[in-house]
Each structure stands twice: as structure tokens, then as C-alpha cells.
């Protein structure tokens, strides 16, 4: 009789550990629905732990933390690889708009035209800028095949005499339209002679168009230009919807003032970078409600 009562006590003490056990390894296995949630949801990066000492269950959890972080790291790379294409994309996508501008104010120009002679300078304006546009295509497509491998840079090539005082008036003039429609007669002041000064020359197109673009947009109808032999260009215009504050900001990437939700901010972002690498600085500052926006490009050597 002793014997069966130990047994039976045995049993029961056995029992009641296993019927323990399992209660763990259920809410074990509770906690692990849980936190499989959360990580599938993204709600937590935390690795999956549980209370339970079952090696089975502690297995399955370490397996799971290693899929998990696992697939959080395609996550994000996946997510950057979206991130880089969309910069690349909306700053070609802005540089396209520039020479689509140009090309317009020409054809504008030529409309109003009889001199034959004119016309056919704006038609082969028409056509560098045509060829620009190719070029800015190509650049996009250059980056759709590599845009898993390396972030967008901005093209400089390499550095060249350039008549600036020739970019700096083809530039005006290929902005005739916009301004002209804005009422804005610019008032320019333009050496009579050659200025040479070092940089690519795409650049130095693409720079002084970002500029005149960033005057357009926030010029209240006036704007001067005004270079020197020295290849120092400064643009200057009314800007009452800017502050110090904001024309500190022009040069973010994606900065946008409050009132101009269409705009990019790439613009002055490009031509800073353009710029720099070629040697050169820009400046912004604000004044009685003016913006002065000054050009330093390399000594030609």
C-alpha cells in the first residue's frame, strides 16, 4: 500500500510539472504569435524572446530572429534603392524642364522674327538645347541600369575654357519668354569682351540656367546681372516672399519655400554642387528684400 501511495504521489508530482510545463510552453508559443505579428507589421525590431527553457521552442525563436532581421535588411535596402531613385529621377526630371523652357522661349523668338539670319541662330539654339535634352535622357538611362549599385552623381566632366560672358547672355536670352511674361525686363551688364574662365562647359549651362530659373521663380518684376572681367557674376532681384532664414536654405537639397510647392529645390542645390566641382563657389544672401545670388568661377589659367 505504501508503495502505491508514493507512486501515486510521484505520478501526480509528475503530472503537475508536465501540466506546468505546458502551460509555458503555451504562453511561450503565445509570446511568439505575438511578437511574429509585430515583426511581420513592422511594428517592433526587437528580437523575438520567450520565457520558456524548451530548447525546441528557443531554436525556433533564434531561427526566426535570423529570418527577421534578415528580411529587415532587404527592407531598408529595398527602401533606400526607392529613396536614391526618386532623387535621381526628380533632379533630371528638373533639369529637363530647363532646356524644354529655352527651347520655347527660341521658338517664341522666332515667331517674332523676320531677320533670316536671326532666325536660324535661334534654330541652332533650338538644337543644342535638343541635344542637351538627349544628353539628360541618357544620363536617366545610365542610372536605371545602375541605380542598385551606386547613388546618382551629378555630371561635371572635365574643365575647359569657357566664355562665360557668351553662356551668361545665351542663357538670358533663352529665358526671354518666362520673363517676359512675368513683366520683368532685365537690366544686364556684360563686359564687351570674351571672359574665359575654367569649367566644364555643360556645367557652366547648366549652373547659370538654375540660377536665372531660381530669379524667375522668385524675382518680383526686376532682375540684374551683372559680370565682371574677372568671371564673377551677380544676379540680384526683389524677393519679398524670402527672409535671411529662408535664402540660408536655398542650397538644401530639398528645401522648399512655403509658397512655392511646386518647386524642386534642386536648382541651387545642382549649382552648388556643379560649382564645386569645378572650382567655383556660390553665395546667397538677402538685403533691404533683395536676393543677391553671386557666381565665383575658376581663373582660366
Known amino acids: 500500500m505504501l508503495y502505491l501511495a508514493a507512486a501515486a504521489i510521484v505520478l501526480s508530482i509528475a503530472v503537475i510539472i508536465l501540466l506546468i510545463k505546458c502551460l509555458l510552453l503555451r504562453r511561450a508559443f503565445d509570446e511568439l504569435t505575438r511578437d511574429i505579428k509585430d515583426q511581420a507589421r513592422g511594428n517592433t525590431t526587437v528580437p523575438v524572446t520567450l520565457t520558456t527553457s524548451d530548447s525546441h521552442a528557443r531554436n525556433a525563436a533564434i531561427v526566426l530572429n535570423e529570418e527577421f532581421k534578415t528580411l529587415y535588411e532587404e527592407k531598408m535596402r529595398y527602401e533606400d534603392g526607392n529613396k536614391r531613385i526618386s532623387r535621381a529621377v526628380t533632379g533630371i526630371s528638373h533639369d529637363l524642364r530647363t532646356p524644354l523652357t529655352a527651347i520655347n522661349s527660341y521658338l517664341d523668338l522666332m515667331d517674332e522674327e523676320k531677320d533670316e539670319t536671326k532666325r536660324q541662330e535661334y534654330l541652332d539654339r533650338i538644337k543644342n538645347r535638343t541635344e542637351v535634352l538627349t544628353d539628360l535622357t541618357e544620363e536617366l538611362f545610365r542610372y536605371s541600369s545602375v541605380a542598385d549599385k551606386e547613388e546618382y552623381t551629378i555630371f561635371s566632366g572635365s574643365r575647359e575654357a569657357v566664355d562665360i560672358r557668351k553662356t551668361t547672355e545665351d ?131
Open 171 to 301: 542663357c538670358l536670352l533663352s529665358f526671354y519668354k518666362l520673363l517676359s511674361d512675368k513683366g520683368i525686363e532685365p537690366e544686364i551688364s556684360l563686359p564687351d569682351d570674351p571672359v574665359l574662365v575654367s569649367c566644364n562647359k555643360k556645367a557652366a549651362d547648366r549652373i547659370i540656367e538654375n540660377v536665372i530659373n531660381n530669379a524667375v521663380k522668385y524675382a518680383d518684376k526686376d532682375l540684374s546681372v551683372d559680370l565682371d572681367p574677372e568671371g564673377v557674376i551677380v544676379f540680384k532681384n526683389e524677393a519679398p516672399d524670402l527672409s535671411p532664414v529662408t535664402v540660408g536654405k536655398l542650397f538644401d537639397r530639398y528645401y522648399t519655400v512655403s509658397d512655392q510647392k511646386k518647386s524642386t529645390g534642386l536648382g541651387l542645390f545642382i549649382a552648388r554642387e556643379l560649382m564645386e566641382q569645378n572650382g567655383g563657389s556660390i553665395d546667397a544672401e538677402y538685403n533691404d528684400g533683395r536676393l543677391i545670388i553671386t557666381l565665383k568661377f575658376a581663373a582660366q589659367q
